[in-house]
DNA sequence: CATTCTGTAATTATTTTTATTACAGTACAA
DNA sequence: TTGTACTGTAATAAAAATAATTACAGAATG
């Protein structure tokens, strides 16, 4: 995962969860969380395409949360961001001669994966209500 | 963190676990994690600092374990390596000007340290020792 | 005292991430 | 029906992060 796709996802929900059923445009988010435009709408797909939002095109459009903030859970968020585990990769492939280099990656995954189901069971815990509920 | 900190770590230091009492050069090392040998030594420098292995210097030199493996535990390496946030973060500072922005990263940071809690809890249910015994 | 290591700094290369530019297409609204 | 304000998307450039390389001083060994 690019390592801020989770903060900035979370940032866009959140801040359409605040303007409830309006629709936000990238520009107006974008200013928000202080980053380019078309990497929100970039986002803003990937949200889409996992169902939390949908988009109007032309003018007056924008983007609205497409389910009710106590209904978006923060680890389906988190999986709908995540490509690389949050543990890390070593992106150089091991010594296959090495006993440990050909074995590591499948320790490793598992390790992993046990790690990240606990994760995600944390994470569950709470909705985008629950975030949202948190601003003042 | 730089993301590839991790698994560099649990490598050296099962490779170390598997070489049990040798002093091991950071050329074998590099060469059976497929990586410079300049950042195997900056990383031991690291595990070295955290109490997990001790180096000599000169001929014959290298890296052991300062602590049997099954006092190692998987946790306390992952704090000595981490620095950034698992979650991820958004570099740039969000808009104060926005009520989202203002807030969002005293939120975050709170959400992030209720699911690294449990991350060291899983984690810390495994030793050094837990995780080498799986080579074969 | 030659050899083989670590420690460490400096530099360069590579990769990843982010920003920017540009423009087609869509929808609204005067 | 046309101007305006958006999204979608590609292409490129800039910036930042990561990793590799080079270099060499100093330590320990035999």
New interface residues.
Partial sequence: ????????S??IL??LD?MKGQYVNSDLIA?????NPVLVRKEIINLRKHGFVESREGKGGGTTLAKKSADIN?ADV?LAVKD?S??????????PK????R??NT??K??YQ??E???L???GN?TLAD?TG???
């Fill in positions: 995962m690019n390592n801020s796709r989770f903060p900035i979370l940032h959140t801040l605040q200013g928000s969380i202080n980053i923060l988190y690389k949050f543990l890390g990769e070593s992106k150089n492939q091991p010594n090495c006993p440990v280099g074995q590591i320790h490793l598992d390790l046990e790690v189901d606990t994760l069971k944390s994470l709470q975030f948190k601003f003042k």
